[in-house]
């Protein structure tokens, strides 16, 4: 008896035409680790029995949702960028729209043969974490319409072969990053979420959405840097718009964060122990006039 093992799993995909409606995924996607799953809301009966004992417990809506936890690197993620985006690269430069994107994901455990296959999926929150000697770790928070499960050759489903020649991850000593358009060599850390608020629509006579609705992109992130004067302090005291950027990369490519009014909310600085002390900055980007959005992202030619 073989048990599936995480060293032999893949996660596939490819873009849907029509929400909800699967394709054939023809393109490997890395990863790190994944919690991607179908939950089902539970319908209980409410009737009152002398002998205290519940007779009805039914399946009812069904959602697939999940982390994609992943090296961000140049090219491998740009479909899954726009999907969190809700907008599409243009000139290689990526901003917050108002068109979402949907994938069909298959997770296949190849030493078993088995696959479960999710539609309707998009990219509800995007989450990035930069800090020193590390790779810069990216989080897809996945929301969807619904899974399937196939066995042993019934999908058509395959083990894609590793791209070995694929970029190599970004990290963030490759990088750089800016304060108010003055490069800061005293960060420590940054990590950043931004968040769709996609949620399904159910409706009378479906157990699974025919839609997903979004609200506003919500961008917050932190930043850590150490304590050596009251720059950050004064852009806190005096509520200063801020721009920040940051850029990563690989040695040869790069990809740009730009936010380009930022405002900071807090701007924390204890005494943790004799060494040195750090500032924990949080801040909530807007949208800025001039760019016409509050993140945008540039990836090299």
Known sequence: MAFAQGSRSSLSYASEITFGTAVTPTLN???????????????????????????????????????????????????????????????????????????????????????RRFTGMTVNSLGVSLAPNQMVTTTFGMVGKDMTLYDAGESGAAELDPEDAAPVPFDAYSGTLEIAGSTSAIVTGMDFTLTNGFAPTFVIGSDSAPSLEFGRAEIEGTISLYYEGAGILDRFVDETETSLEVQVGDGTNTMNFLFPRCKFNSADVGVDGPTSRIISVSFVALRDETEDTNLKITRSA
């Open 29 to 115: 996607l890395p990863f790190s680790t994944h919690s991607l799953n179908m939950t089902k809301d539970r319908v209980a009966g409410n009737d009152i029995q002398s002998d205290r004992m519940a007779r009805v417990d039914r399946h009812g809506n069904r959602q697939v949702a999940g982390d994609i936890v992943a090296d961000l690197r140049d090219a491998t993620y740009d479909s899954f960028l726009e999907s969190a985006m809700l907008n599409t690269w243009s000139t290689n430069v990526l901003k917050v729209g108002t068109t979402p994107k949907f994938f069909t994901l298959e997770d296949y455990a190849a030493d078993i043969d088995q696959t």
